[in-house]
Each structure stands twice: as structure tokens, then as C-alpha cells.
């Protein structure tokens, strides 16, 4: 499945912005979804995943409470909802497709090429 994100850029701290990837072909509402990010310097972490239905979401821990994740299954593409955002969130965005423990456990099947959000303090 191929993905492409949109909807990074220049933020200030405690803005707000929604990522969202689409993805071609007709199996997207089969695929679990994830996004994960990459900050200057630092390995990519995983940010948040979703089932194949929206019925079952997770988050890491630095941003539950401030991101949401969420799918439009019709339009085929997942978004990435982020309010109170803080410099240390600052990063390239990736979303990437797979099983669900595959998305929680970061070995997703497919990934976007990822767009870059930068928080200004």
C-alpha cells in the first residue's frame, strides 16, 4: 500500500495541527494504522496506532491526551489530530500501515515518506 502524508510545518508552542495520510489501492480499510516520528538526531518512536475499524487506538505515553488518531475508511486516509504542541514534538511524521500488533509493536508492513513538523518556542 502506498502512503502520503501532508499537513506538517511551522507551529507555535501550544498550536495545533492534523496530520493526514492517504493511501491508494482498495485494502485500505484492511490495515491497521500508525503514526510514528523522528526527531533531529533520534531514532523514529512510535506515536499512535489505530485498528482497521477506529474500534481500538494507542498511544505512547509522551502523547496521549494531546494527539488523536483517527481514520475516514471512505476517503481512505488516517489523520493525526495534535493540540498543546511542545518544541520536544518537533520531527518528521510517518505513518505506516500493517496488522495491528505489527503498528503497536513499530514493524509496520508499509510506510509514507513522512512530513516535517516543527514547534517553535
Known amino acids: 500500500v502506498q502512503l502520503v502524508e501532508s499537513g506538517g510545518g511551522l507551529v507555535q508552542a501550544g498550536g495545533s495541527l492534523r496530520l493526514s495520510c492517504a493511501s491508494s489501492g482498495r485494502t485500505f480499510s484492511s490495515y491497521a494504522m500508525g503514526w510514528f516520528r523522528q526527531a533531529p538526531g533520534k531514532e523514529r518512536e512510535f506515536v499512535a496506532a489505530?485498528?482497521?475499524?477506529?474500534?481500538?487506538?494507542y498511544y505512547a505515553d509522551s502523547v496521549k491526551g494531546r494527539f488523536t488518531i483517527s481514520r475516514d475508511n471512505a476517503k481512505n486516509t488516517v489523520y493525526l489530530q495534535m493540540h498543546s504542541l511542545k518544541p520536544e514534538d518537533t520531527a518528521v511524521y510517518y505513518c505506516?500501515?500493517?496488522?495491528?500488533?505489527?503498528?503497536?509493536?513499530?514493524?509496520?508492513?508499509?510506510w509514507g515518506q513522512g512530513t516535517l513538523v516543527t514547534v517553535s518556542s
Open positions: 505506516a500501515a500493517g496488522s495491528y500488533t505489527d503498528v503497536v509493536m513499530s514493524t509496520p508492513s508499509s
Open positions: 489505530i485498528s482497521w475499524n477506529g474500534g481500538r487506538t
